[in-house]
C-alpha cells in the first residue's frame, strides 16, 4: 500500500488545511446557528403555549368564578409537564403541584420566566387581575422543558457527529481538489525541470483554457527563447570573436618562428616579419575595438547621447580628414544640405567612418567614394557610394550580420572582420533610422540610411 507523507511546507497541504479549516469554521457557525434557532423557536413556542393557557383561564375566570367550563386535566394532558396553581385573595383555589417532582415557587412577583430545580429546566407564567367581584386573582403557570431539553440535546449530537464526518470529508476533498488544482503547476515544474544550458530548445506545452497558468507557461517559454537567443547570440559571438583571433596570431606566431630560425641574419627576412606582424597587431588592435564595442552594446553599457549640429558641417570634416589620410582615394560630396539633426555626433561620425573604410577596404585601385546627404520631411538621408567591387543581390541580406563576409578568404585578406556593417546597422537603429544597400556586381555599393532629424 503506498503510503501518502505530507510535507506542510508544500502548496497542496496549505490549500487543503486552509480550506479545511474555512470549511470547519463556517460548519460550526451553522451548526451553532440552527442549534440556536431551534431552541428559540421551542422555548419560544412553549411560552406562546403558556401565554394562551393563561388567557384562556383568565377569560373564564373574569365571566364565572369557578373553572367548571375549562378541564384543567385536558390543559396537563395536551402539553405535557404543565402545572397550574390559581389563588384568590391569597388563598390557593386550586393547584396541581402534587402532581410532579416540583412545585411552583409561591412568590408571584418573580419576573423571569425560567428556572432551574435540580435537574429540571422549567418555565412560567405570572398574572394578576381583578374578576368581577373585586377579588385578586393569581396565576401561575409552569412546564419542564425535559422533553425539550432532551430533543435539543440529540439534535445536538447529531450536529456534531454530522460536523465531524463533513470535517473529514472536506479534508480528503480538499486535499484531491488541491491536488488537481495544482497539476498543472507540478506538469509546468516537471517540464521545466527537463529544460538545461545544454539544451535551451524545449518548451513548456501551453494547453488548456486561457487562464493564469496558461499565461505562465506563455510567460515562461519566451523568458527560455530570450535566454536561448542570447545564449546562442553570445557562443557564436564567443567563436567568431575566436576564430577571428586565430588568424592573426598565427600569422604573427609564423613570422616569429622565422625570425626565431634566420631572420636574425636575414635584414629583409627580419623587415618583412616586423611589418607584417605589426600589420597583424593593428588588424588585432582595430578588432578588439570593435568587439569591445559590441560588448558593450549587447550589455547596454553604450549610450547614445543625443545633441544637435549641422549634419553637413561634419559629412565636410569627415571628407577633409579622409583626403588628408587616403591621398590616393577620391572621396567627394555632390549634395550636403545644411541639416540641423538631434543625433549622437561621435556615433554618427563613427557610423559614416565605417562605411567609408568599408568602401575603401572593397574598391579598385582608382577609388572613388561619393557622399550625398539631404533632408527628407522628418527624416534626413545620407548615402554613401563607391566603384567597387559590388556585391552578389543575394548576400546583400546578409552584409549587416556580424561577422558575415561576402568573400571569407579575401576579406580576411584584406583585414576584415565583418563587423563594420553591424556595427553601422546598431547605430542606426538606436537612432530609429533604418538602413539598406544596393549593389551591382563589378560596378559598385551604395548604403543608404535614413535617421529621424529629432
Sequence with gaps: MKIIKLNTQKITFRLTLNYTMFFFITLILMSGITLFSVKYYIYNQSFDRLENINETIKHTLKTNSTLNNIDINDISQMNENIDLNIRKNDK???????????????????????????????IYN?????????????IQIIKD???????????????????????????????????????????????AKRISVSDL??????????????????????????????????????????HEMATPLTVIKGYVDIIGRWGKDDPEVLEEAIHSIKKEINNMTKLLDKLLFIAKNDNEITKVEKTKFWLNELIAEIVKENNLIHKDISICCDINEKILVYADVRLIKQMIRAIIENSIKYSKESCEILINSKSLKDEFQISISDNGIGIPIEELPHIFDRFYRVDKARTRHLGGSGLGLSIVKWIVENHGGCVKAESILGQGTTIIINIPIN
Design 92 to 122: 390557593v383555589t386550586f393547584s396541581t403541584g402534587e402532581t410532579y417532582d416540583f412545585s411552583i415557587p409561591n412568590d408571584i412577583t418573580v419576573k423571569p420566566k425560567s428556572f432551574v430545580i435540580g435537574e429540571n429546566n422549567l
Design 126 to 138: 405570572n398574572d394578576e387581575f381583578k374578576n368581577g367581584n373585586n377579588e385578586v386573582i393569581h
Design 201 to 242: 530548445s524545449k518548451r513548456i506545452k501551453v494547453e488548456g483554457p486561457d487562464d493564469e497558468l496558461k499565461r505562465l507557461a506563455e510567460t515562461f517559454n519566451n523568458m527560455i527563447s530570450s535566454i536561448e537567443y542570447g545564449y546562442e547570440k553570445q557562443n557564436r559571438f564567443a567563436l567568431d570573436a575566436s
Design 145 to 191: 422543558m425535559d422533553n425539550e431539553d432532551e430533543f435539543i440535546s440529540v439534535l445536538f449530537w447529531i450536529l456534531v457527529i454530522i460536523n465531524m464526518v463533513a470535517f473529514l470529508i472536506s479534508i480528503l476533498l480538499g486535499f484531491f481538489m488541491s491536488r488537481r488544482a495544482l497539476q498543472p503547476i507540478e506538469k509546468i515544474t516537471n517540464q
